[in-house]
């Protein structure tokens, strides 16, 4: 399984995943969120900041991103690949790819929201630090920092 820029043509496999995930993640409960964000990927795609991997036929992480500035913008793995370091080489990757002398955000859950806890230990694990409490698509997050 590699790590590679995701394409036009993996826009179903991509939302398939995106589907299989979309509890956890605020913004994406209606059907207009998800073609709204459908629409976003094939933005970032024809950006080149679109990372997935993929198992044979089917994605199975992606991660989207931006540049200036740095801010991972989502991230996600399917339940039967967690603990493979396929979030991990995702963000490696990611990396290789921004500034390397600008910090990168992202933001998740706060603390003691049961949907954040494996996302904040694994931004933690990457060296990321917590940053301020704010909110998104109207559900309370924290950024989490990584200086570099």
Same mark, same amino acid.
Do not use: W
């Given at each position: 399984m590699e790590v590679e820029l995701g394409k036009e043509y993996d826009i179903d496999k991509w939302m398939h995943l995106v589907n299989k995930v979309k509890e956890?993640?605020?913004?994406?409960?209606?059907?207009?969120?998800?073609?709204?964000?459908?629409?976003? $990927? #094939?933005? %970032?795609?024809?950006?080149?900041?679109?990372? !997935?991997?993929?198992?044979? &036929?089917?994605?199975?992480? $992606? #991660?989207? %991103?931006?540049?200036?500035?740095?801010?991972? !913008?989502?991230?996600?793995? &399917?339940?039967?690949?967690?603990?493979?370091?396929?979030?991990?080489?995702?963000?490696?990757?990611?990396?290789?790819?921004?500034d390397p002398q600008s910090k990168v955000v992202v933001t998740t859950y706060r603390e003691g929201v049961q949907e954040g806890v494996a996302a904040r230990a694994f931004y933690k694990r990457m060296g990321f630090v917590e940053g301020q409490l704010t909110e998104e698509f109207g559900s309370p997050v924290q950024e989490f920092i990584l200086e570099r």
């Open positions: 956890n993640f605020p913004g994406l409960e209606t059907k207009d969120a998800l073609d709204e964000h459908r629409d976003t $990927v #094939l933005d %970032f795609m024809r950006q080149c900041r679109a990372i !997935c991997v993929k198992n044979e &036929d089917e994605i199975v992480g $992606v #991660l989207l %991103f931006s540049i200036n500035p740095n801010i991972l !913008c989502f991230l996600a793995v &399917d339940a039967e690949y967690r603990r493979k370091h396929i979030a991990e080489r995702m963000v490696s990757y990611m990396l290789t790819c921004m």
